[in-house]
């Protein structure tokens, strides 16, 4: 898998370097609304093309699921793509924003990549092989009580349905854990549980281009990663925990008495 890495960290830089050049000029950007809370660039649109470009260059066969265009068909090989991960946050100069790229094949995902322009900083993962942040590998929080841990979210703000659930489970945690932070890019959510910077995550409603790179990170850093009924169904149904092996154990005796029959 080591070709296709360099490939997808390729074409993250590249789509870095277009981001970076647009970011001054954000106000002249034509923006559309996909849905409720939910916006598109055409700097995510143009960012995407170029990785699609640079992944299709060398892997021609290859399928694609991205954000804007979304799916390409090919073999069994599936690049999965968020090209501006907190577009939001982009558009207002908000400094949190990323770009993922995962590789799965038949299923299983293979690769990893996230990369943060602002800070130059890229995350990356082979499966079995490890997770880094540039050139240093990375490990899962060794945090062992909530008292103590700074715990990751996000809010289903694209619709109201969950907000009672998630309401329950915010509450549950906050009386419990040092801190809860919300910065609106799960991508780099998940990146920073890989590298310990947060000592969990949890949320509602993701897409797979969302969490896809995320979750073979925190694998490869030693994490846990289930879904809200403690199996692996999380890229079907886009809810999430994610932490180290206690910490995961920790949230999910709290988070799961609100989990509702709509979110199993």
């Known amino acids: 898998m080591q070709p296709m890495l360099n490939i997808a960290v390729r074409a993250a830089r590249s789509a870095g370097d277009l981001i970076l050049r647009s970011a001054d000029n954000v106000g002249r950007l034509h923006i559309d609304q996909k849905g409720k809370n939910d916006y598109v660039s055409e700097v995510d649109r143009m960012v995407e093309r170029e990785i699609i470009s640079i992944i299709k260059a060398s892997f021609p066969e290859h399928a694609i699921l991205a954000e804007e265009s979304g799916e390409h068909p090919g073999n069994d090989y599936v690049w999965v793509i968020d090209p501006l991960d907190g577009t939001t946050n982009f558009l207002h100069g ?125 694998k490869e850093a030693g994490g846990v990663v289930t879904d809200f009924s403690f199996n692996d169904s999380y890229l079907q149904s886009g809810n999430l925990i994610a932490g180290s092996p ?3 154990q920790l949230m999910y005796q709290l988070i ?3 989990v509702t029959d709509n979110l199993k």
């Open 256 to 258: 799961e008495p609100h």
């Open 94 to 218: 908000f400094p949190q924003y990323a770009v993922s790229i995962a590789l799965k094949y038949k299923g299983k995902i293979e690769v990893g990549v996230i990369y943060d322009p602002l800070r130059d900083e890229l995350f990356t993962a082979k499966r079995g092989g490890g997770a880094m942040l540039n050139n240093r590998r990375l490990r899962v929080t060794q945090q062992t009580n909530l008292k103590s841990a700074l715990i990751g979210t996000g809010f289903p703000f694209k619709t109201d349905k969950y907000l009672d659930a998630y309401l329950g489970m915010f509450k549950a945690l906050t009386t419990e854990c040092a801190g809860i932070r919300r910065a609106g890019a799960a991508a780099l959510d998940l990146a920073y549980v890989a590298a310990g910077r947060l000592d969990g995550f949890w949320e509602i409603g993701l897409m797979e281009w969302d969490m896809a790179a995320g979750i073979l990170l925190i």
């Open 246 to 248: 206690k910490m995961h």
